[in-house]
């Protein structure tokens, strides 16, 4: 009997690590940026696109211009069982130019520096209100003539 005890046990055991483990967050990084020492090497007034391109990569976000700067971005999301996935880190550092195509300046931005834009939002009202989908259906009962249905 005792060994059918240790048996529950140990199944209640895993159990309950296996339940305790399925709840921990888990956690996404999405974006690069390029390591602090990489971007030490850059140097304002000297370095041009094509060397800060050769040191440390191209990005994928440009600037609106050709004499836009240069975007890299990195985020890590956090998930968390049901929940939506919320972002614990952003980290965007940006490579400005002047219009030779040398470089201006370095800055490093992270989540603490940023702002929450609201978006305007243009949603275009329904000219249907308050008429349930059951009488819209029946509405046009009376409606229908045989011309309509022809073409006609």
């Not at 996404?28 to 050769?54: C, F, K, N, Q, S």
Request: aromatic content about 10%.
């Amino acid at each position: 009997m005792s060994n059918f005890f240790r048996t529950i046990k140990t199944g209640l055991a895993g159990l309950i690590v296996l339940a305790v483990s399925a709840c921990s967050a888990t956690y996404e990084d999405h974006g690069y940026i390029p390591p602090a020492e990489d971007l030490e090497m850059i140097t304002v007034g000297v370095d041009t696109r094509d060397t800060v391109a050769d040191s440390i990569g191209r990005p994928t976000a440009f600037g609106v211009l050709q004499e836009g700067g240069w975007y890299y971005a990195q985020s890590r999301w956090r998930n968390f069982a049901y929940k939506a996935p919320k972002v614990v880190d952003r980290q965007v550092v940006a490579i400005s130019f002047d219009k030779d195509g040398v470089v201006e300046n370095v800055e490093r931005f992270t989540l603490e520096d940023g702002r929450v834009i609201a978006l305007s939002r243009r949603v275009t009202d329904s000219n249907v209100k308050g008429i349930t989908f059951l009488r819209q259906l029946l509405g046009n009962i009376g409606n229908l003539t045989t011309g309509r249905l022809i073409g006609g």
